[in-house]
DNA sequence: TTCCAGGTGCATA
DNA sequence: TATGCACATGGA
């Protein structure tokens, strides 16, 4: 990745491995939005801008380095591309979304977020991503910042329905309550094994939401998982119908430590491309 | 109107 | 351990 850092804003020179559209719009995020060409990302208490040009990305922040990890712009993906292309059923599913990078996302925000998307449609998770901001995070002069671990504890079943959380509202308080209760910090230092016992552990969170915690809050990529998008994928390459706990042993066996990005190329073109 | 959405919790066998 | 159902609610 050929990028450059200056005041307030990080050019990306290079677009093979970095489309905008394809990075925010492929699903992994939901809290960010689009004005006119340009889009807006949200993560914990910071923001950027981000400007698409014809030659290159400008992308406008007070916090450069942090947007710099949150577009994991150090890793070279022209290389986990072309490792992935030796399957052959990623080809086309690569060459859809050849701008997608796995963000680094808030952790907090994470948990909340996928706790959210069970059963959901992406635009409502980004409602009510949006909502919560707005109603609970500290004012930021031209945004809000999400709420911290603090002021999400003392938000009610019956708020976060108000904003649109369905019957995940309990789970979400209680979800919560255990996250408070955890050094997230020291949850880091667990390997991906562990770390999904303990999340499985908490109120709302499944193996898939699990997975995508690991995958989008951990930036751990020897996981794969499996939703209504990644399981019709499963069911057209391979002709079977596993279970989903068998879907996700048989592709984290193929794809090993390049499990999430596989996995992230194949849902995005398959939701958009339904046939 | 009906089915679906980045599934999970819980009861039952 | 595996299966089936209920769950909120807006989108398509």
Known sequence: MIYTK??????V???????????????????????????????????????????CCIIETEHVDYFVNYFDLNTDYGAIKA????????????RFGSGIRILKQDL????VGFIISANNHIKRI????KMIREQFGQNMGTYQAFPSIEKLLTITKEQFSE??????????VSAIKSL??????????????????????????GPKVADCILLFGYSRFNVFPIDTWTSKVYKDVFNNDNSRIKMREELVLMFNDLSGYAQQYLFYNKRNNKA
């Open 180 to 205: 408070s209760e955890i050094d997230l910090n020291a949850t880091k230092n667990l390997d991906t094994e562990q770390l999904k016992k303990l999340l499985l552990q908490i109120m709302g969170i």
């Open 163 to 172: 904003l649109g959380a369905g019957y995940r509202s309990a789970y979400l």
């Open 6 to 11: 200056e005041n307030n804003r990080i050019i």
């Open 126 to 129: 980004k409602y009510t991503m």
């Open 13 to 55: 020179n290079d677009l093979s491995d970095f489309n905008i559209e394809h990075i925010l719009e492929c699903g992994q995020v939901f809290t960010y939005y689009k004005e006119n060409n340009e889009y807006v990302v949200l993560s914990a208490d910071k923001c950027a801008r981000i400007k698409p040009m014809q030659d």
């Open 108 to 111: 907090i925000e994470t948990f």
């Open 83 to 94: 490792k992935l292309a030796q399957i052959d059923f990623m080809h086309e599913a690569i």
